[in-house]
């Protein structure tokens, strides 16, 4: 009798761990939804990551939340320390931002000049584990990499205005783009965005046309598209996303607190009490926003602010070669905002959205048991994409580039 006790509690915490660890789920290629165009064939033949399987760990990489949880704790193991230079940057409302400039290593493949201008993820910047992988991967593919500081996230850099980064302002992005292009003149550039990063890229790039001049393509890698509609779902408890909701919502409360005298000095003692009473009270991103984020831009609700700083409303006007990258296990975005890249990739010849099985939030680690690698497959993939398109930028046909379809090449050629 009691050996039988064992045995059921034995087999009841193996199905608990398979369970939670997801271990009989399959591993399968990402799943993609694009159009058929002569681009979007090279790009799939010359980026094999996008058509072979993606294999996570094996005891733990299926797991949605330990991926994600890793990235958060770990950012990536065995992360290398690549040398930049700091660069400052005045911007009109008194503000300063920051970005740090990362030269190549050695040439690149084609022999051209391009320049990675890469957006983290939110309260990010380039010290981050995961910055710090992906940019010296790229330096030695030979991509000079401009990363930017989100305003208010670096610990030893005062702000110099009373205001900090938001969900989709694209002002410290445009000025660290500008300065890429003034001073590197023969460069072109790959946009990579992750995460809310993905979302200021992908909006950048569409709420102005002139922005796309230059850019050879942009990736997107675990972002939401839209903070309205994703509002709700954070405070659901499904994957546990409301738990999710107050972790980053604390990270943003001591963000705001690290800069009080900054945010609120300029305001009366009421105000301040006012202000820093509900920001301490606050357990959502959502209370964030409604009382200390959404003021910084004069946005009169909620709502409002969502709808105007969310890419969802400029992600149309995109017309160079996007990739999208979403996980299918990512516990912060919800499936119903997956609908967004996959109608626009339906639509638009010059998007690829690839949705992968396991990955998490901007985890997607590869190993064979245990350990995970250094190098991940999203930093293979970024990577793998970037080297396609520059090769189809040096070798395409004179009618072809990522901006033409077959139409437009037939009436050329005719």
């Given amino acids: 009798m009691f050996d039988g006790m064992k045995l059921a509690a034995v087999a009841t915490v193996l199905y608990i761990i398979v369970r939670c660890l997801n271990l009989k789920s399959p591993t399968a290629p990402p799943d993609l939804i694009y159009q058929?165009?002569?681009?979007?064939?090279?790009?799939?033949?010359?980026?094999?990551?996008?058509?072979?399987?993606?294999?996570?760990?094996?005891?733990?990489?299926?797991?949605?939340?330990?991926?994600?949880?890793?990235?958060?704790?770990?950012?990536?193991?065995?992360?290398?320390?690549?040398?930049?230079?700091?660069?400052?940057?005045?911007?009109?409302?008194?503000?300063?931002?920051?970005?740090?400039?990362?030269?190549?290593?050695?040439?690149?493949r084609t022999g051209d000049d391009i320049t990675m201008v890469i957006?983290?993820?939110?309260?990010?910047?380039?010290?981050?584990?995961?910055?710090?992988?992906?940019?010296?991967?790229?330096?030695?593919?030979?991509?000079?990499?401009?990363?930017?500081?989100?305003l208010g996230a670096l610990p030893n850099i005062e702000l110099t205005s009373p205001r900090m980064f938001t969900y989709g302002c694209t002002w410290e992005f445009a000025a660290m783009v500008g300065y890429i292009k003034r001073a590197y003149p023969q460069t072109q550039l790959i946009v990579v965005g992750f995460s809310l990063g993905g979302n200021i890229v992908c909006k950048f790039l569409g709420e102005n046309m002139t922005n796309q001049d230059r850019v050879l393509c942009c990736v997107s890698v675990c972002q939401g598209y839209s903070a309205l509609r994703a509002q709700e779902t954070f405070l659901q408890w499904d994957q546990f996303r409301r738990f999710y909701n107050f972790l980053m919502a604390d990270n943003m409360k001591k963000i705001i607190l690290s800069h009080r005298h900054s945010l609120f000095g300029g305001n009366s003692a009421k105000m301040i009490d006012a202000d820093l009473s509900?920001?301490?009270?606050?357990?959502?991103?959502?209370?964030?926003?409604?009382?200390?984020?959404?003021?910084?831009?004069?946005?009169?609700?909620?709502?409002?602010?969502?709808?105007?700083?969310?890419?969802?409303?400029?992600?149309?006007?995109?017309?160079?070669?996007?990739?999208?990258?979403?996980?299918?296990?990512?516990?912060?975005v919800h499936e119903s905002l997956l609908n967004i890249p996959r109608t626009l990739a339906a639509k638009k010849p010059n998007v690829i959205f690839a949705l992968t099985l396991h990955g998490g939030h901007l985890g997607f680690f590869k190993g064979a048991v245990l350990f995970p690698k250094p190098l991940t497959w999203m930093d293979k993939v970024i990577v793998g994409y970037a080297n396609a398109m520059c090769q189809w930028e040096k070798q395409k046909p004179p009618c072809q580039s990522g901006h033409l379809s077959e139409s437009s090449c037939a009436e050329e050629k005719a």
């Fill in 36 to 108: 058929d165009t002569p681009l979007n064939r090279f790009l799939l033949k010359s980026c094999p990551q996008l058509t072979k399987e993606y294999i996570p760990p094996l005891l733990w990489g299926k797991s949605g939340h330990l991926q994600t949880a890793l990235y958060g704790k770990l950012g990536r193991v065995s992360s290398p320390h690549p040398c930049g230079i700091r660069k400052f940057l005045p911007m009109q409302d008194g503000a300063t931002a920051t970005f740090d400039l990362f030269e190549p290593l050695g040439d690149h």
């Fill in 119 to 150: 957006c983290p993820g939110i309260g990010n910047h380039s010290e981050k584990h995961y910055i710090r992988t992906f940019v010296d991967y790229a330096q030695k593919e030979g991509y000079r990499c401009a990363v930017l500081n989100h």
């Fill in 278 to 332: 509900r920001l301490y009270t606050a357990t959502s991103i959502m209370h964030i926003d409604d009382n200390i984020m959404r003021k910084f831009h004069g946005h009169s609700s909620l709502k409002e602010y969502y709808e105007k700083e969310s890419c969802v409303h400029y992600i149309h006007n995109v017309n160079v070669p996007l990739l999208l990258v979403n996980a299918a296990d990512d516990p912060l």
